[in-house]
């Protein structure tokens, strides 16, 4: 099937006198042109590993908007969105223009956006052979589907040994990713982390989805026998992969959806999953999908046997592997589900106060929502000795080019209208923070997890937790009374209120910057 890209040509942004210009190759040729340029190595499941240097993560300093007359006025400004000059940008492309000359490239038609009447076209250019196999297995491909559309699309262009010069190029360091929305282009350099590629476009579409009355989600999704959808937020350690990987329901996508008129549909094609201690036994679905065609970043593998290990973190814990969707088993392989029954907000809280589950009132969804809380550990990183509250708007402030209050009115909006019951599920600790208490039990997670998208507690009587106003399930199917009210599992009340206290107080500090919500939503959180 042709691909109708509506893109410019390759010339048309300045790339001439290129060297060979490989065209939607297959997940093998671009395998064998990555091993023959010795851009990785094959491990003993047939996964493709490469490791990309000092960049194992995503650069957010690193991230640049161009300032033009139609989108300058509607961006948020500020530590997650950094403002460039057009006039300073169009040096960057001449530069990285006059790199390419003789170099040859890989190219490649996919799309982001599931349902047809949001598909969005993507070209993706790469210097490098395994960040198009990357690419071709997270977007969607035009082999899977009709993925015809007139809609104007983007292009990405992947040069990650262009090195850019702050001083010349007016970039932070020598990697820059940069989004023109004008011009409709993403260019990424000095970087070799491929999920640059991915959270790029999702940055896209976070700004252009909402003009078309789509709410943007940085979520996973799944959705049971009877058609009901579910809806997962959650930072990164709060459960969120393993919660939505249910094997009694279908999964929808891992990390990001639209939710439209017709109901959440999946913006990609795979999936992009940590690796870090991933286990056959726990994780059975990664594990299984981890073969030839699928992509590895910083997995350490034994260089006799080529066979990964999956607890080594000498290169970074943030190991991954990105592979089509279609590599697991129970997915809705089309991408598209209906409208959700149930949203869920998972917190991992270290401070061990937040309650296991709680119903949560359509101005207190807007408030968790906005808050996008969880809690760093002690220890995970350098100079961290107690917990550490982090907040990520709407679960994923980085990616949000808006102003998140844009978001969670979107949300209100979709909650409203399709009467969607709301829950915050605290998946940390419980009887004590981290270091005291104890992880709640993941099984009791996975019933109040089922009670809550099944509608069984719609019936439970709440009671009303005094420091942070949520509304608390007097019962939940298969999970201890006691446990559901976390003042009750600690030993010292004292010290739980004290804790409570604390955290109430550090979301109260963070949702200054929220001030101009309506006064309902800023009275939802903590007392």
């Given amino acids: 099937m042709t691909l109708m890209m509506s893109r410019n040509a390759l010339e048309d942004y300045g790339l001439v006198n290129l060297g060979t210009i490989h065209w939607n190759l297959s997940p093998a040729a671009l395998v064998e042109h990555a091993l023959t340029q010795q851009e990785g190595q094959l491990a003993a499941n047939g996964a493709f590993c490469a490791t990309t240097g000092s960049h194992t993560g995503r650069s957010p300093k690193d ?62 250019i790469t210097e490098l052979a395994w960040h198009n196999l990357f690419a071709r297995q997270l977007f969607l491909r035009s082999n899977e589907s009709d993925l015809t559309t007139e809609r104007p699309g983007f292009t990405i262009l992947c040069v990650p040994h262009f090195h850019t010069n702050p001083r010349t190029h007016g970039t932070r360091s020598s990697a820059a990713i940069i989004i023109d929305f004008e011009e409709r282009l993403v260019l990424i ?12 476009i999702f940055t896209v579409l976070n700004f252009i989805l909402p003009a078309e ?10 959705v049971g026998n009877s058609g009901d959808v579910a809806l997962f937020f959650g930072l990164s350690g709060t459960g969120k992969t393993s919660l939505s990987a249910d094997p009694d329901r279908r999964l929808i996508g891992d990390d990001e959806h639209g939710w439209g008129e017709h109901g959440v549909f999946n913006f990609e094609g ?37 066979e990964p290990n999956y607890a080594d973190a000498s290169l970074t814990e943030n190991t991954r592997v990105a592979y089509p969707v279609d590599y697991i088993d129970n997915v809705i392989t089309t991408g598209i589900g209906g409208q959700p029954q149930a949203v869920i907000f998972l917190s991992a809280d270290s401070f061990g106060v937040l309650p296991p589950i709680s119903r949560l009132s359509t101005e207190q969804a807007m408030y968790y929502f906005l808050s996008g809380y969880t809690s760093k550990l002690a220890g995970t990183e350098t100079g961290i ?12 402030a980085a990616f949000l080019p808006l102003h998140p209050i844009e978001y969670a009115n979107l949300l209100r909006e979709r909650i409203e209208r399709y009467k969607v019951r709301c829950y915050l599920i605290n998946t940390g600790w419980t ?10 039990n993941i099984n009791y997670t996975r019933s109040m997890v089922r009670a809550a998208i099944s509608g069984a507690l719609e019936q439970v ?7 942070f106003g949520l509304h608390i399930p007097t019962s939940c199917p298969d999970v201890p009374g006691r446990l559901l009210q976390p003042r009750q599992t600690w030993s010292d009340p004292e010290a739980y209120d004290q804790q409570a206290a604390r955290l109430a107080e550090l979301f109260k500090q963070n949702f200054v910057q929220f001030s101009s919500i309506e006064e309902a939503v800023r009275r939802a959180g903590p007392n």
């Fill in 63 to 124: 991230k640049c908007i161009v300032s033009n007359d139609s989108s300058s006025s509607r961006i948020w400004w500020g530590e997650n969105n950094h403002p460039m000059e057009p006039e300073t940008f169009a040096i960057v492309r001449r530069s990285l223009a006059d790199y390419l000359q003789g170099r040859d490239v890989y190219v490649l038609d996919a799309a982001a956006g599931a349902d047809p009447h949001y598909r969005m076209p993507i070209q993706v």
């Fill in 189 to 200: 350099a000095g970087t070799q982390y491929a999920g640059e590629m991915k959270k790029a």
């Fill in 213 to 222: 009355g789509v709410l943007p989600m940085h979520c996973s999704a799944n």
């Fill in 270 to 306: 795979g999936c992009y999953a940590k690796c870090i201690n991933l286990s056959q036994k726990y994780e059975p679905q990664i594990w299984n999908a981890v073969r030839f065609g699928s992509v590895y970043e910083n997995v350490v593998l034994d260089q006799k046997t080529r």
């Fill in 385 to 396: 000795t107690t917990p550490q509250a982090t907040f990520s708007s709407c679960f994923g």
């Fill in 431 to 440: 009887g004590g923070p981290y270091g005291t208490g104890e992880r709640i």
């Fill in 461 to 467: 009587d709440t009671v009303t937790d005094s420091v």
